[in-house]
């Protein structure tokens, strides 16, 4: 009370001569559209236990449609995976469809922090992206691509416990032999997990990050 009181004859002079909009309720959701928003079918709450079953912590999101093709459905924000020994953390990844999240937990723990430590000799202890959903076509087509449908992620870098960070941009070609070996190798796990990975050697647009979705057959690039 004593901290407002000064501020009384100021509100009272401004209430004066200013017309103070007024505020307008919220609208309120209905119960029916929330239930259909926030209750996951069957296969979802399996996706969501199974993910749970890795040690991965995350948020399940509502689902979104935008339009033009573009929506988050069935989806999760990843906070960090579990590795063999440590929780990995991530970087810059926004949602993921359940069963993309589950997949990426699986290739980060057998595929990546494995490989960190055998070729490397040191564990890993973030993945860095480039992000996952993004409402947009595949680059010169009219085709949406898997990012419009959170289905998708771009995974740039590495950084393992010694403090050394592996990126696709810095060390698939320039690296040194371990270095490059562990991108190989990773790249080649990737692509018995996940249907579509696509590299540097795949085009330009990919020199920078390693593209992994679970759709598209057996696309290993
Ligand atoms: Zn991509």
């Known amino acids: 009370m004593r901290r407002i009181a000064p501020l009384l004859p ?11 909009p007024q505020v307008q309720a919220p609208q309120r959701r209905t119960v029916q ?9 069957p296969d979802e709450r399996q996706c969501l236990a199974n993910l749970g079953a890795t ?11 935008f339009g033009a093709g573009c929506s988050t459905l069935n989806t999760v924000r990843l906070a960090s995976l579990q590795g063999d020994n440590a929780a ?5 990844l926004g949602p993921v469809t359940c069963p993309l999240a589950s997949t990426f937990a699986g290739w980060a723990r057998f595929g990546v922090d494995r490989a960190a430590r055998q070729v490397l ?3 890993l202890v973030r ?3 480039m992000g996952s959903y993004n409402c947009r076509n595949v680059a ?13 992620i771009d995974v740039s870098g590495f950084v393992l416990a010694d403090g050394r960070r592996i990126t696709v941009l810095g060390n698939w070609s320039q690296g040194t032999p371990q270095e490059r070996q562990f991108l190989t190798l990773i790249h080649a796990s990737a692509c018995k997990r996940f249907g579509t990975v696509l590299g540097p050697a795949y085009n330009a ?6 593209h992994v979705e679970l759709g598209g057959g057996a696309f290993c690039r």
């Not at 010169?140 to 998708?152: I, K, L, N, P």
């Open 33 to 41: 559209q929330s239930t259909a928003v926030f209750t996951p079918r």
């Open 88 to 92: 990995l953390a991530l970087s810059n």
């Open 140 to 152: 010169g087509t009219e085709r949406r691509s898997a990012h419009a449908t959170a289905s998708a």
């Open 55 to 65: 040690r991965a912590n995350f948020t399940p999101l509502p689902d979104q449609y």
């Open 121 to 123: 000799g040191s564990p």
């Open 205 to 210: 647009a990919h020199r920078d990050h390693l």
């Open 10 to 20: 100021l509100l009272a002079s401004l209430s004066a001569c200013v017309d103070i």
């Open 127 to 129: 993945i860095e992206t």
